[in-house]
């Protein structure tokens, strides 16, 4: 059963599936942010559930096809070693993974926190097309709009 299922979702299939799959929660986190939908399904733990157990799907699939997972840690051995990494497809679509599941859950994060400051949607529908291709960035421009609608600076939150 695991050769059917690893036949059809090939590594091509799967950052397909991820790529166009996150696209309907970071719709509704943008446009519909206070919508119950935004609730139940983007800033709930639902798409991290799917986004993880992809995750251990390809961390069961790699394992199960002799992929050395040591040499992962070789990119703490210098900026050429990543780029051989990054080389690697197994890698590539783990990396990948983890950054579409890191940036919404930083999208999700903007969200709540919005909703807790009383922050407009519009104010953040920058904040969060930016943090869907440079996370850190757009919570960053986030924390700026943010110090003007909670009018603190707060380091710990």
């Known amino acids: 059963m695991f050769e059917q299922i690893s036949a059809f979702f090939t590594i091509e299939m799967i950052y397909l599936w991820l790529s166009f799959g996150v696209m309907p929660f970071w719709f509704v986190l943008i446009f519909f942010p ?80 919005s909703q807790k400051y009383f922050i407009p949607k519009y104010f953040n529908i920058i904040p969060l097309i930016i943090t869907y291709f440079v996370g850190p960035v757009g919570i960053v421009i986030y924390w700026i709009i943010r110090i003007f609608f909670a009018k603190k600076i707060s380091l710990f939150d």
Do not use: M, Q
């Open 34 to 113: 206070k919508s119950k939908v935004c609730g139940l399904f983007a800033t709930s733990i639902f798409p991290f559930l799917i986004l993880g157990s992809v995750y251990i799907y390809l961390v069961y699939y790699f394992f199960h096809t002799e992929y050395d997972f040591l040499e992962n840690f070789e990119l703490y051995l210098g900026i050429y070693n990543l780029a051989n990494l990054f080389e690697n497809e197994a890698f590539l679509i783990l990396i990948w993974t983890h950054f579409l599941a890191i940036n919404l859950f930083c999208a999700a994060w903007i969200v709540r926190d």
